[in-house]
């Protein structure tokens, strides 16, 4: 490991314990906010508010625990593209929709391709 490396990770290690010691400075309160999906009030706990600042997340969150977990679920739960593997021929199962620009590969193909490299 390089000397600019070691300062890289020390500077690194100090951000983030100012930053933990800026969590455990600040005080949160539990706060009521609105689901974008269904309208309905809910609340941002002083907890929930602590550990996203300990994560570094910035954004608040937009769903209720309903609406978040039907998100989670349905996103779980959605057919797979088929498409023609570039490669062999065979069916590839794909989590997205394929641009006819790009090549998909079959697991197996697609498997192969990566070792390779």
Do not use: W
Request: glycine share 6%; with cysteine.
């Amino acid at each position: 490991m390089t000397l600019e490396s070691q300062q890289e990770q020390v500077h690194l290690l100090d951000v983030g314990q100012k930053n933990q010691n800026e969590v455990e400075k600040m005080q949160f309160d539990d706060r009521t906010l609105q689901c974008k999906d269904c309208g309905a009030d809910f609340v941002f706990t002083a907890g929930e508010q602590e550990f996203y600042a300990e994560k570094g997340f910035v954004n608040e969150p937009q769903r209720c625990k309903v609406c978040r977990d039907a998100k989670k679920s349905s996103m779980r739960n959605r057919e797979p593209f088929i498409a023609v593997c570039a490669e062999c021929g065979g069916e590839a199962k794909l989590p997205f929709k394929p641009r006819d620009e790009r090549p998909v590969y079959c697991s197996e193909c697609f498997a192969n391709k990566r070792d390779s490299v």
